[in-house]
């Protein structure tokens, strides 16, 4: 079954034609990644699939749901992690939780999801305090609070040193081994590898490929290069000239 | 706990944990009478030119007007724009919650520090220069609580409409200061006629009228009422259609 559904998806910001023509649809219990270079389309993509930005054509389903029309309906059953957004500084852990809890009909146990991210020793402890890891995990926490069916992350890992970012990963499987398809955009070539089911490699606003990891880098056609990696593979992908 | 009960609880939280916002909003108009009353010469004695009344039991009820001014177009304006410049409300965009839940949690959190702060003032106008009970208390309340519907509602428009702290402090500025002057913070109790037909239809100034007027016995003029709820009325309702999270 699909849960996500994306046909003929196109969006313009004045001249600029951020996505041109983006057609795929993500599986129940997926991880599905979206990469490609800054500028090919990855974000305004999500954001199409959130609700946060209107598609000038084509359509965007998630649970058979318009995420324009039927906003308050889609952001019950859609966690997001966003690129960049903040707390207030003074607001303590456990108060972000509590509070983010108490925006969805039915909401996770907070107090597990504090444990899961491994932030219970930082429950006290006021946003404008942690570190960028612990900002990270929060940031994961509260896109998980709202029991979703579908979570949405958005440059999971930048910035994280590498321990973080493979406690991180396995966060992430555990949360799609309870059954939440996943969206992952990402620029790390080795967590698409390593995390993702399937990819999407997105090229000018256009669908480059789409196929497992170890599917792109079979069909890949990188000269010169003997075993190429996932992201000699992309960047076969996304530079080739048009 | 429903969402906009959080809410409320959390920002008035959050409101506790910064003094600045706890100095301006709570202390500062009980602080400015007593400086007023200890430091004006005269402002405690009955004046001639008032009829034997002293100058602070006028000056009062502008007070309390100055107060609502400053808690909703200052504190609750900044509140607002500094979480849309943080991320703080894009952050909370991507959930379920209404604008309206965050607009009136925002509005709660800071009448309530307005009320404990007015109460505070006349507390120590009180104790310190025995000012007396208002007249009409329940007239003072209703005008008072009015006023800060219709100024709260005011702050809200402008806070949902401008895209940075930059603009609204601009536009915070333009309606601010004239408010004030048509409150009668800098006039007094006596103001020129010709501005004080004007002032009866800004909120502030109608709800300094309302407060002075019920302040001595009288009620509120149905115009003043009219004026504050009309205000609240229509910038409540343009804040929540117009609100934008980015």
């Known amino acids: ?242 | 706990m429903t969402a906009i009960a959080k809410l409320s609880a959390t920002e008035s939280k959050l409101f506790l944990r910064e003094p600045i916002g706890v100095f301006f909003g709570v202390l500062f108009p009980a602080a400015l009478i007593l400086v007023l009353g200890s430091a004006i010469p005269g402002f405690t004695d009955p004046s001639k030119d008032l009829d034997g009344a002293r100058p602070i039991d006028g000056y009062l009820p502008i007070m309390l007007a100055l107060a609502i001014a400053t808690v909703t177009m200052v504190t609750l304006v900044s509140a607002l724009t500094g979480y849309r410049e943080k991320g703080v409300l894009r952050r909370m965009a991507t959930t379920p919650v209404s604008p309206s839940a965050l607009l009136t949690a925002q509005f709660v959190v800071n009448a309530g520090a307005l009320f404990a702060g007015s109460g505070l003032a006349y507390a120590a106008a009180a104790i310190a220069f025995h000012v007396q009970v208002p007249a009409n208390v329940a007239g003072v309340l209703l005008a008072f609580l009015l006023g800060t519907g219709a100024m709260g509602a005011v702050a809200l428009f402008v806070a949902a409409i401008s895209p940075n702290t930059r603009v609204q402090a601009g536009i915070a500025a333009i309606v601010y200061y004239p408010m004030m002057f048509f409150a009668g913070v800098w006039t007094g109790p006596v103001m020129p006629h010709a501005v004080r037909r004007i002032a009866d239809y800004t909120p502030l100034g109608a709800a300094s009228q309302a407060l002075q007027d019920a302040w001595v016995g009288d009620w509120p003029r149905p115009v003043h009422l009219a004026v504050m709820v009309a205000t609240a009325a229509l910038f409540g309702t343009a804040a929540a259609k117009l609100f934008r999270w980015e």
């Open chain 1, 1 to 242: 079954m699909a849960v996500i559904e994306i046909a003929n998806l196109m969006k313009r910001y004045g001249e600029l034609t951020a996505v041109a023509d983006v057609s795929f649809s993500v599986e129940d219990g997926e991880i599905f990644g979206i990469v490609g270079p800054n500028g090919a389309g990855k974000t305004t993509t999500v954001e199409c699939v959130e609700g946060m930005r209107a598609p000038d054509s084509g359509t965007v389903r998630v649970l058979g749901l318009d995420p324009r029309r039927e906003r308050a309906a889609v952001r019950r059953y859609l966690g997001i992690q966003l690129q960049s957004s903040e707390l207030p500084a003074r607001l303590k852990v456990w108060e972000a939780l509590d509070l983010y809890s108490s925006f969805y009909p039915e909401p996770a146990d907070w107090k597990r999801v504090m444990a899961e991210v491994g932030l219970e020793d930082k429950r006290n402890t006021a946003f404008g305090k942690l570190s960028g890891g612990q900002k990270q995990r929060l940031s994961i926490a509260l896109a998980l609070v709202g029991n979703p069916r579908v979570a949405v992350f958005d440059e999971l890992t930048t910035g994280l040193d590498p321990q973080s970012r493979r406690d991180t990963w396995a966060l992430i499987r555990s949360i799609r081994d309870r059954g939440v398809t996943i969206i992952l955009v990402s620029h790390f070539m080795d967590e698409a590898e390593r995390l993702c089911d399937r990819l999407a490699v997105l090229r000018a606003g256009r669908l480059a490929a789409l196929d497992t990891p170890a599917g792109i880098v079979a069909n890949a056609s990188v000269p010169g290069v003997d075993r190429p990696t996932l992201e000699d593979a992309v960047l076969a992908l996304t530079n080739d000239p048009r």
